[in-house]
């Protein structure tokens, strides 16, 4: 596709349990960030990658959280042991390189965590 | 503080007026400027980009940056009921790829 797709649009899941979410960025794109978009809260940054390593995880909210990207291009956010505040919309975005700064973003997940 | 603070509005403009949008930064290091505009329920959309003091003019789109006072605006000519969203404000610190976004201002363009 011409766009940063995510997968799947919409999760909701049980507290306690592991979830997996996906994002294919832009083909060529080399940068790739996770965002967390909580209700009525801007958007949170979580994690970026160039290439397949994370230079910076800074955002990280605990050690629940991890992100990985394999062959730089796919990436999967694993939160494990999922909680109620985990509930938000998780974007994707990806850029040419880490130098451009224009991000173009996924359409989300949203997560719901009952 | 919080590092990029914007006005949550809603912020209501009569049909063609100008809106302005206003949003301020606390970290005198920041490099570059983004406006997004994000739909309810869609991802958010980049309309504008600025790294210089001054205005920049695109279309009905004008943003001005103060790095003096630390605040970066958006106008928008002409309003249109398309132009109802929410407008978040994101700043790069230089040298740090992540956008440090606002909490956004929700603009209703009234017909």
């Known amino acids: 596709g011409a766009g940063v797709s995510q997968s799947p649009s919409n999760k909701v899941t049980e507290k306690g349990k592991d979830v997996e979410l996906r994002c294919d960025p832009i083909s060529g794109h080399t940068a790739l960030y996770w965002y967390r978009q909580s209700l009525g809260q801007g958007l949170e940054f979580l994690i970026y990658f160039q290439g397949n390593s994370a230079p910076d995880k800074s955002g990280l909210p605990s050690d629940r959280f991890s992100a990985e990207r394999t062959g730089g291009s796919v990436s999967t956010l694993t939160i494990q042991r999922t909680q109620q505040e985990d509930s938000a919309v998780y974007l994707c975005?990806?850029?040419?390189?880490?130098?451009?700064?224009?991000?173009?973003f996924g359409p989300g997940t949203r997560l719901t965590v009952l | 503080q919080k590092e990029v603070e914007q006005n949550s509005g809603p912020l209501s403009v009569p049909e063609g007026a100008i809106a302005s949008l206003n949003c301020t930064y606390s970290d005198r290091g920041s490099q570059s400027f983004f406006w997004y505009r994000q739909y309810s329920g869609k991802s958010p959309e980049l309309i504008m980009s600025?790294?210089?003091?001054g205005d920049k003019e695109d279309g009905r789109f004008t943003a001005q940056l103060n790095k003096a006072s630390q605040y970066v605006s958006l106008l928008i000519r002409d309003s249109q009921p398309s132009d109802s969203a929410t407008y978040l404000c994101a700043v790069r610190l230089f040298g740090n790829e992540k956008l440090t976004f606002g909490t956004g201002t929700r603009l209703t363009i009234i017909p």
């Open positions: 975005a990806s850029s040419w390189d880490s130098l451009t700064d224009t991000q173009y």
């Open positions: 600025i790294y210089s003091n």
